[in-house]
């Protein structure tokens, strides 16, 4: 949900993209912020100065992009003045790679995020190259409120106060110019709610996903119940095209006691090129729903060969509840000892059981019938519950053929252990 427009003038030379960071467990390319560190002094100044009548304050949308990072799009503030040579976007999407402990930062959610101040051809050159529209909405704000959300604004892009702790739903690039211009505005400022209130935050991160649909399934998986509260319209601004809606019909009192449009103007600063959709059998082809679909089949093969022989095969039952357990205890270490925010009491831990490593090779080397039975219908409840919680809140996305597998290899280890009349042999066919 973060720009990837700052700094791209040497990416032509460079041949790579540089990015800021775009959202919840997505990288980009930092060496924006170690240039930000040496432009800083020469774009930002220690005190606000005085606006002249002349100045625009605009809050700019920037579209969603092709890559993961941009597919929430990016929402920032410029304030502009053309009489005192004032161009500056306030852009809340930018962290320093050079933290230390990066990697272990960026995991655990604790890696602070920097507010960054660059100029408007910047911002336009950058979504010229990722072929991003964008979009201004100039603030109907009076001399004085303008003057307090540059002042605001300048204020929170001191060295000392730029850093904060980013969180995907509720503090990021969209909710906290929304939150700066609120301030501004004091008790002036009226939203109009008209964003649907009736759709949980993970509905809405769902509609930016579905060219994604990898990240769409890992990121289902990774967040938890949180993500299933309903959002008012308030919440549901944590995404920028929200942000724009809400503000295009805005209200601000007026000292005489009316009321006035918060937006006096929108207009396209740079308008995408439509460009032609790719491949859609190629694209299915390398989605969830058919490397795992292809499993399933494979797995079925391989488990009626294994009926015929009278063998239960646990080769292949500790690669897929390993495999499913290692992602389990992935999640766990998100719910425990990170903080997003949004990966607790994650319902997921009952598809990805973490106590697969180590109980199914426990299990299926010396375990009795009985344990195996009991470990095996435990596991097909875990699952049949978790597809039942996917399915009331609506995001069965790419795992649903993983999920049959796992379902149907329990549901014959179980099966194949209770018509045992004898030890098992455990063939390693």
């Known amino acids: 949900m973060k720009s990837s427009l700052l700094f791209r003038g040497n990416k032509?030379?460079?041949?790579?993209?540089?990015?800021?960071?775009?959202?919840?467990?997505?990288?980009?390319?930092?060496?924006?912020?170690?240039?930000?560190?040496?432009?800083?002094?020469?774009?930002?100044?220690?005190?606000?100065?005085?606006?002249?009548?002349?100045?625009?304050?605009?809050?700019?949308?920037?579209?969603?992009?092709?890559?993961?990072?941009?597919?929430?799009?990016?929402?920032?503030?410029?304030?502009?003045?053309?009489?005192?040579?004032?161009?500056?976007?306030?852009?809340?999407?930018?962290?320093?790679?050079?933290?230390?402990?990066?990697?272990?930062?960026?995991?655990?959610?604790?890696?602070?995020?920097?507010?960054?101040?660059?100029?408007?051809?910047?911002?336009?050159?950058?979504?010229?190259?990722?072929?991003?529209?964008?979009k201004e909405q100039v603030l109907n704000l009076s001399a004085a409120q303008r003057q307090r959300l540059f002042t605001l604004l300048e204020t929170n892009a001191l060295p000392e106060n730029r850093e904060y702790r980013y969180k995907f739903y509720y503090d990021n690039c969209a909710t906290r110019p929304r939150d700066m211009i609120a301030r501004a505005c004091a008790d002036s400022l009226r939203f109009p709610n008209v964003v649907d209130s009736t759709r949980s935050y993970r509905d809405w991160m769902n509609d930016y996903l579905t060219r994604q649909p990898w990240a769409r399934m890992g990121m289902n998986l990774g967040i938890g119940y949180p993500a299933d509260e309903k959002t008012s319209s308030w919440e549901a601004m944590y995404l920028p095209d929200n942000v724009f809606i809400e503000a295009e019909r805005a209200q601000l009192k007026t000292a005489d006691g009316g009321t006035t449009p918060l937006v006096s103007s929108s207009q396209f600063l740079f308008r995408a090129v439509t460009v032609e959709e790719s491949n859609a059998f190629l694209t299915y082809l390398l989605s969830p729903d058919f490397v795992f679909a292809a499993l399933l089949v494979v797995v079925f093969l391989i488990t009626r060969r294994q009926q015929k022989q009278q063998s239960r095969g646990v080769w292949l039952d500790r690669w897929l509840f390993g495999f499913s357990g290692v992602w389990g205890w992935f999640l766990v270490f998100l719910w425990f000892f990170t903080d997003h925010g949004v990966t607790t009491w994650n319902p997921a831990v009952l598809f990805l059981m973490p106590l697969h490593v180590p109980l199914v090779f426990w299990v299926t080397g010396r375990g009795s019938r009985q344990a195996i039975r009991t470990y095996f219908l435990l596991t097909m409840i875990g699952l049949v519950a978790f597809f039942l919680y996917a399915f009331a809140q609506d995001y069965l996305y790419g795992f649903n053929f993983f999920l049959l597998t796992l379902l149907y290899r329990a549901f014959y280890q179980y099966r194949f252990a209770a018509t045992q009349t004898e030890q098992p042999t455990y063939a390693q066919s």
Do not use: C
Not at 60 to 78: C, E, N, Q, R
């Open 12 to 134: 032509e030379k460079k041949g790579k993209k540089k990015r800021t960071k775009g959202g919840i467990f997505s990288f980009q390319g930092a060496i924006f912020t170690v240039f930000l560190s040496f432009l800083s002094p020469f774009l930002h100044s220690s005190f606000s100065q005085t606006l002249s009548p002349q100045s625009k304050a605009s809050l700019i949308t920037v579209a969603p992009g092709d890559d993961l990072y941009s597919s929430f799009g990016h929402t920032a503030i410029w304030i502009s003045d053309p009489l005192y040579g004032i161009d500056r976007v306030y852009n809340y999407g930018t962290f320093d790679f050079r933290t230390g402990n990066f990697y272990i930062k960026f995991l655990r959610g604790t890696l602070p995020y920097i507010l960054s101040v660059y100029e408007m051809p910047r911002m336009v050159y950058g979504s010229q190259l990722e072929n991003r529209s964008v």
